[in-house]
């Protein structure tokens, strides 16, 4: 085989692995594939292979969306499984930057040491491991579980189990057999307290809507459903007996001309619907808790009045 042709066809095998691969190549494979030592070096000197980790490569300038995760599975021969912060993050249970050390749960008998990877090492059980997006990762179930001891905020951590619940990720029944099957883990007791409050885990999808809902069960109110959907609607907490919402209103979320017109609009059609809308703000809740909440107690009992 002539040199050129040796080119285009080292090419077309970095370019045919990496497209299966979000961009990515590994050394290990390339050798597999009969492309020499010397090939991947002179790709590396002019920067058409670019060094992730040892023996693992980027094919061109830019990585695409997951080529992070990709290379920490090569580096491991993809022998390991996304885990932790970074499964979370493919299941889109919680934002992980790409730039942030990948999580991967690798066999006791691994080595762990790699810069940029955060191992962990543990037995995962076959039902543990999915494939998503072309790459072994954590089942929901287990990912919350590994989770659970990162999360210091108990209430973040019920968003976390509430959400999965609702997307159909991770049941209730799913998340007590992993406890069950991984006694004596850290993080367990936090999930178990999730499971076991009143009502289930409170599925909710910002900081202000999480305050309102630590102050209300401080405060004892009860009655509501959280992210409830009204009159085609949803809102962010519902009391549906008394037809009596509350938006929590975030600059962020509900600043601007096309957002104001968008709330003022739900907001008519809710009321026209016979549903009252109380708009609280998250600094509200910080930093007048009494005034919220007595806000609230008038207006559910004006709404419990016989008209």
Known sequence: MRPESHT???DRVISILAGRQHGVVARFQLLAARISAEQIKRRLASGRLVEFHRGVYLAGAVA??????MAALLAYRLEASLSHRSAAAIWKLLPYPASAPAWVTISPERSATRPRIKACRARLKPRDVRHRERMRVTSPPRTICDCAALITDPYELERLVAEASYRGLASEAELSEQLERNPG???????RAVLDLPGGARRTR???????LRLLRERGVEGYETNAEVAGFEVDFLWRDMSLAIEVDGWDAHSGKVAFERDRLKVAKLKAAGVSVMPVTGRQVRRDPDGVVERLTRALRRRARPS
């Open 64 to 69: 695409p969306a997951h080529a992070h995760e």
């Open 185 to 191: 883990r850290r993080g367990n007791c936090a999930v």
């Open 8 to 10: 285009r066809f080292a």
């Open 206 to 212: 910002s900081p202000g809507e999480r305050a309102l």
